[in-house]
């Protein structure tokens, strides 16, 4: 496994930015198509935030993450106007960007576990980079984040799609996210952008104690739902929550 340098960081990674706690009190405004880079996506992704948190998001620190990280920058420009949709969206390889919803819902579920004296997790290991949308948002809640993808296309993707970001805290790594990666161990959390039918022993080995891994599993009738696994005195509590739909957790490199 290569590891890829980290970027210097740039974005507003405070858990409280105050525009982003102040985008999810405001009441509902006209939605606001996105147009290039930069501010122009501002009051969309403020309505983004908004939605989110009358969908039941309530943990500030993924609120103001997700007001913070402009997903357009993430998908083609073909896909621009649909980037603060609740919608996944392809990215290329038979891959897709998960619904806005479901990376907030899933980084609020990590935050509940491991969270050092400022609030933040530490060190953070994420199983499939993808386009890197999910990372630059957990850039803003953790303090290192260790981002695992097998396909070469993505990861070269979202190494162009997260430099302009500076990112010091993100590090992007092209190998088997199933065999995790042992050398950042213990991570406060572990997260999962892909489903097999078991969470693989690895990652619970390389899971600090009182921390979560939180990822899609396939059950025994065929659905694919989401689980959070803790570690609590060296044993794994395992709970099984809605139902999702994620690529198929795969070994190996391509």
């Known amino acids: 496994?290569?590891?890829?340098?980290?970027?210097?960081?740039?974005?507003?990674?405070?858990?409280?930015?105050?525009?982003?706690?102040?985008?999810?009190?405001?009441?509902?405004?006209?939605?606001?198509?996105?147009?290039?880079?930069?501010?122009?996506?501002?009051?969309?992704?403020a309505r983004m935030v908004r939605k989110l948190a009358q969908e039941g998001i309530a943990d500030p620190a993924v609120l103001a993450a997700m007001g913070?990280?402009?997903?357009?920058?993430?998908?083609?420009?073909?896909?621009?106007?649909?980037?603060?949709?609740?919608?996944?969206?392809?990215?290329?390889?038979?891959?897709?960007?998960?619904?806005?919803?479901?990376?907030?819902?899933?980084?609020?579920?990590?935050?509940?576990?491991r969270r050092d004296a400022n609030g933040r997790l530490g060190r953070v290991l994420e199983v499939g980079t993808g386009c890197g949308y999910q990372a630059a948002v957990l850039a803003c809640v953790a303090n290192e984040v260790y981002s695992v993808e097998r396909l070469r296309g993505l990861h070269d993707k979202a190494r162009d799609n997260l430099r302009p970001l500076r990112l010091a805290n993100v590090h992007l790594l092209f190998g088997d996210g199933m065999a995790g990666y042992p050398k950042g161990a213990p991570y406060a959390g572990i997260i999962a952008a892909a489903g097999g039918e078991a969470v693989p022993g690895t990652w619970i080995d390389q899971l600090a104690e009182g921390a979560r891994i939180v990822a899609p599993m396939a059950l025994a009738d065929g659905r694919q739902s989401l689980v959070v696994l803790e570690k609590t005195n060296g044993r794994v509590k395992q709970t099984v929550l809605e139902t999702v739909h994620f690529v198929p957790l795969k070994s190996g490199i391509a």
């Open 1 to 45: 496994m290569t590891r890829r340098p980290g970027f210097p960081a740039r974005l507003d990674l405070s858990p409280a930015a105050p525009a982003a706690k102040a985008a999810a009190k405001r009441g509902p405004t006209p939605p606001v198509a996105p147009q290039g880079l930069g501010m122009d996506s501002s009051a969309v992704r």
């Open 68 to 113: 913070t990280v402009e997903r357009h920058r993430f998908v083609d420009t073909a896909l621009v106007n649909q980037a603060y949709e609740d919608t996944s969206l392809p990215i290329g390889l038979g891959q897709t960007i998960s619904k806005p919803s479901v990376v907030a819902r899933m980084i609020e579920l990590l935050l509940g576990g």
